[in-house]
Structures are given as structure tokens and as C-alpha cells.
Nanobody
Framework: VQVVESGGGLVQAGGSLRLSCAAS????????MAWYRQAPGKLRELVAAITGGGSTNYADSVKGRVTISRDNAKNTVSLQMNSLKPEDTGVYYC?????????????????WGQGTQVTVSS
């Protein structure tokens, strides 16, 4: 199972970025997916999450500026970020709660992507 992010970069304050994440593997079923971020010297924090049914949850700091969405057919999740602020700077990680078939049984585990850097300049 692999989880791979893309779409980070450098943007000026007030700008927009779209992050994408794709989960892949044989015989997998994906439950919740989420985006986390970690700023320098800070703990990793939840930005937004979405269940398999499409229910969403956002950190207070990004509400109204960020939209999480997913395509269950493609096993992808996206994060549209608008009105970006310098405090949004950090490494953004995709997280997926995945069930997979192996050796005659189903297993469930949390998977993380490698992270993608988002830098917002003032």
C-alpha cells in the first residue's frame, strides 16, 4: 500500500494551492482520509478529514478557506486551500485509514504519505 501526495509549493499570501493524494495497492478499501500539517518546531496537527461517506471535519484555523474532497473510485483525496496565510506554511501529510486483504484475512492500518512542502510568503 502506498500513499503519495503532490501539489505543494511556494505561494504568496492570499493565494491558492491544491494538494492531491493518491492511495494505491491491491485489494484495498479506504475508510477516512485526512490532511495534517507540521510547521517548523510544532506538532503535527489535523487540517481536515473526510469519511468514506463524505462527512468532513476542519480545523478552526482553516474553516472557510479550505475544502477537502475525495474520489472513492480513484482512491484520491484533495485539499483546496484558498486565502492562504503565512501561518499555513508547513509540511502537509496525507493520511489514510486503509483495510487490505492479505493471506486470507483483512487487515487495517494507518498510512502516511511522505509529505509535501507548502510555503506561504507574506
Amino acid at each position: 500500500v502506498q500513499v503519495v501526495e503532490s501539489g505543494g509549493g511556494l505561494v504568496q499570501a492570499g493565494g491558492s494551492l491544491r494538494l492531491s493524494c493518491a492511495a494505491s495497492g491491491s485489494s484495498i478499501s479506504i475508510n477516512a482520509m485526512a490532511w495534517y500539517r507540521q510547521a517548523p518546531g510544532k506538532l503535527r496537527e489535523l487540517v481536515a478529514a473526510i469519511t468514506g461517506g463524505g462527512s468532513t471535519n476542519y480545523a478552526d484555523s482553516v474553516k472557510g478557506r479550505v475544502t477537502i474532497s475525495r474520489d472513492n473510485a480513484k482512491n484520491t483525496v484533495s485539499l483546496q486551500m484558498n486565502s492562504l496565510k503565512p501561518e499555513d506554511t508547513g509540511v502537509y501529510y496525507c493520511n489514510a485509514d486503509i483495510e487490505y486483504w492479505s493471506g486470507g484475512s483483512w487487515y487495517r492500518s494507518d498510512y502516511w504519505g511522505q509529505g509535501t512542502q507548502v510555503t506561504v510568503s507574506s
